[in-house]
C-alpha cells in the first residue's frame, strides 16, 4: 500500500470524520436525541483514524486471512482504546467511557464483547469501506496534493490546542459548580429530614423532595450564573458523554442531573 505522506494523512482523517459520524448517529439514536460525540471541537475522532491505519498498514500482509484478519483488528484497535483511556485519564483526571456495566470488561476501559464488535467492524471497513476510500483520497492527492493534508494538519492542531486548553480548565470550574450543588443538596436534605420527622411515608417523601430539589435548583441563578462560565466544548462534554466522570469530585452524578435541568 502506498505510505506517502499526503495518503496516510487524508486515510487517518477520513476515518476520523467516519469514525465520528459513527458515533454520533449511534448515541444520538441511543440517547433519541442529537449527541455530538468527539473530545475534539470538529467532526472527527482521532482514534478511529489511528485504529484503521494501524489495521489498512501493520496488518496488510494478513488481509487476505479473514480469520486472522478479524482476531488481530480486534485485538489491535482493543489496545490502542485502552491506551487512548488510560492517557486521557491521567492527563485530565477524567474518563469518557466505562464498560464496567458490559460483561467481560478490563478495568472499564475495554470489553470483550466491545472488542468482538471492532474486529467485525475493521472487517467490513477493509473489505468494503476501503476500497471506496482509496478512489476518493487518489482523487483528492491528485487535485489538491499536499495542500489540502498541510490544511488539515492546522485545523486539527488549533483545534486540539483550543482542547486541551478548554479542559485544563473544565475540572476547575466543575469543582466550583459541584460545590454549588453540595450546598443545594445539604439543604434539600435537611427540609427532607424535617418531612421524614413528620411525615411516615419516607421513601414517597423522598422522591418527592429530590424532585422537588431539582426543580429549584434549576431556578437557582447562582447555578446559572457557574453553568454560564462554561464555554461550548465544556458544556458538550457534559451534555454529550453519558459516561463521563471525574472521580476527584464526590458528587459528580448530582451535578450531572442538576445540569440537565438547568437552563443554559
Not at 505510505?3 to 482523517?13: A, G, P, T, V, Y
Request: net charge positive; with cysteine; aromatic share 14%.
Amino acid at each position: 500500500m502506498d505510505q506517502s505522506f499526503e495518503r496516510i494523512l487524508l486515510l487517518f482523517f477520513t476515518y476520523a470524520v467516519i469514525g465520528w459520524l459513527w458515533e454520533t448517529v449511534y448515541c444520538s439514536i441511543k440517547a433519541k436525541k442529537f449527541v455530538y460525540r468527539g473530545f475534539l471541537v470538529g467532526p472527527y475522532c482521532p482514534i478511529y483514524g489511528f485504529g484503521v491505519l494501524a489495521v489498512l498498514y501493520f496488518i496488510e500482509p494478513y488481509q487476505n486471512n479473514l480469520l486472522f484478519l478479524y482476531v488481530f483488528s480486534a485485538v489491535t484497535v482493543t489496545i490502542l482504546e485502552y491506551i487512548t483511556s488510560y492517557v486521557l485519564e491521567k492527563l485530565f483526571h477524567t474518563t469518557w467511557w466505562d464498560y464496567k456495566d458490559v460483561p467481560l470488561n478490563l478495568n472499564g476501559r475495554i470489553a470483550l464483547p466491545v472488542s468482538l464488535f471492532w474486529g467485525i467492524g475493521c472487517v467490513f471497513i477493509v473489505k468494503v469501506i476501503q476500497p471506496l476510500v482509496s478512489q476518493m483520497v487518489d482523487d483528492l492527492i491528485s487535485h489538491f496534493g499536499l495542500v489540502l493534508p498541510l490544511l488539515i494538519i492546522v485545523i486539527m492542531l488549533a483545534d486540539l490546542c483550543y482542547s486541551v486548553v478548554s479542559m485544563a480548565g473544565f475540572r476547575q470550574k466543575l469543582t466550583s459548580l459541584a460545590e454549588e450543588v453540595e450546598e443545594r443538596r445539604t439543604e434539600a436534605l435537611d427540609k427532607m429530614t424535617e418531612t421524614r420527622e413528620l411525615v411516615g411515608h419516607e421513601l414517597e417523601q423522598f422522591k418527592a423532595n429530590r424532585e422537588n430539589w431539582l426543580n429549584q435548583v434549576k431556578q437557582s441563578t447562582e447555578l446559572k450564573a457557574h453553568f454560564d462560565k462554561l464555554n461550548f466544548n465544556q458544556k458538550r462534554m457534559l451534555r454529550s458523554f453519558s459516561n463521563l466522570n471525574v472521580p476527584s469530585i464526590k458528587n459528580f452524578k448530582d451535578l450531572k442531573e442538576v445540569q440537565k435541568k438547568v437552563k443554559r
